[in-house]
């Protein structure tokens, strides 16, 4: 019996328990008004109140829509709240600058010149500076090493596009549906780039920025059903980004599956440190974005009945940021005496890391385990401390990733 199965008996808990575990009804945080954020795309923002998940800063995960769809879409449909209150984040849903003919006849984003495209010229440029300018925003007290980009369709292959010409920005990119760096977009049906050629358009496109790539996250999602953009294309894009991150030496290598509800089939591939890439496929999902069961809204090509890839993608960034590094407080000389100019190298703290979230997504993720079918009880892994049961929203911490306590990080 799978994990999923395991999860869903009977069906009627499976389904209630669905809806609390993928929607918070109850948002902790709210909506900014629509404003134009860095000179040019017009911007929902999204500002929790609830505690940053690492260091005390919050993440930033900038959203972007497909063809045919607008950022108001994303913001009814999506599906982000819940999970950007569980990790006290902030999303930001830019509107394509409808420049470019794809742009201009479809809302696309214009990713469309492939290899033609540079970090100074439309909507790679505003991104940047739509970025840039969030990141300055004081108010919102954002991590620039916890800023992440997901995309559906053309928003995928505008993500993809910024992942090499922007490694710098974006410690992690989540592409649903979309065609490898430098496609100019006519290759849906097939991906025309080859692995070779995937990696060499993306070291191109980085620059002097390419280093920047070697601690970057990288995901694919795709549906099973799409028969937009063929999900052929979530593998080609998957070996042309492990080819691009071995480039520093790094041997990757897939190094686990599993199993999310919704039936989504997870790939993860790790180097010497952790997971680095992710594939996920979506049993029986056409071309959409998978906002997960318990969500509605927002029209067209978002999908309520599948995987919450909010919910997903936000726990596996987190969890294995290459770029965010927990750091303890000093302790103040009560005495006020000067520091010593010689002192014993100390032994480093290991880093901790918390994430606040329902039992039943703990036990998913590998945090927790249970005991029961029907009435389950949820036990921190490692330190079994109780979590409570599968309704229970919780808060865990682990110095190593593997042994979890309750409560946050000391």
Request: one cysteine or more; hydrophobic letters at 30%.
């Amino acid at each position: 019996m799978n994990l999923y199965k395991q999860m869903c008996i009977p069906v009627v808990i499976c389904f209630l328990s669905s809806i609390i575990l993928m929607s918070n009804t109850a948002n902790a945080g709210a909506w900014r008004s629509e404003s134009t954020v860095g000179g040019k795309l017009k911007t929902h923002v999204y500002v929790p109140t609830t505690t940053p998940a690492l260091n005390n800063k919050r993440a930033l995960m900038v959203s972007i829509h497909g063809c045919g769809q607008t950022h108001t879409n994303f913001k009814d449909g999506a599906n982000w709240p819940a999970t950007a209150d569980a990790y006290g984040m902030v999303v930001a849903l830019p509107l394509a600058s409808k420049e470019g003919l794809y742009g201009l006849l479809a809302g696309c984003w214009n990713f469309h010149g492939g290899m033609n495209n540079s970090r100074d010229a439309s909507d790679v440029k505003y991104l940047i500076n739509m970025v840039d300018a969030l990141v300055a925003d004081a108010s919102l007290n954002i991590d620039a090493n916890q800023v992440y980009i997901t995309g559906l369709s053309s928003g995928a292959g505008q993500a993809n596009l910024m992942a090499c010409l922007a490694p710098d920005v974006f410690a992690g990119v989540g592409i649903n549906a979309g065609p490898a760096p430098g496609s100019g977009g006519t290759d849906l049906s097939f991906p025309s780039i080859s692995v070779s050629k995937g990696k060499s358009n993306c070291n191109t496109l980085a620059g002097s920025f390419k280093s920047s790539l070697y601690s970057q996250l990288y995901n694919n999602v795709h549906g099973t059903s799409d028969s937009s953009v063929s999900p052929s294309h979530a593998t080609r894009n998957t070996e042309i980004f492990e080819a691009v991150y071995e480039d520093n030496g790094s041997d990757i290598t897939a190094c686990g599956s599993s199993n999310l509800p919704g039936g989504g089939d997870v790939t993860t591939y790790c180097d010497g440190i952790g997971a680095r890439i992710s594939k996920v496929l979506v049993n029986g999902m056409p071309h959409a974005w998978p906002a997960g069961p318990g969500s509605s809204g927002g029209g067209n090509y978002i999908d309520h009945t599948h995987i919450n890839y909010p919910n997903y993608i936000s726990d596996f960034f987190f969890t294995n940021n290459r770029r965010v590094s927990v750091q303890p407080s000093p302790t103040p000389d009560p005495s006020g005496s000067p520091t010593p100019t010689v002192t014993p190298t100390p032994t480093p703290t290991p880093a901790c890391s918390n994430f606040s979230t329902f039992n039943s997504y703990h036990y998913l993720m590998g945090r927790a385990t249970k005991t029961g079918l029907f009435f389950s009880r949820y036990y921190a892994k490692g330190s079994n401390d109780n979590l409570g049961s599968s309704l229970s929203f919780t808060t865990v911490y682990s110095y190593d990733g593997s042994s979890w306590n309750k409560g946050s990080c000391p």
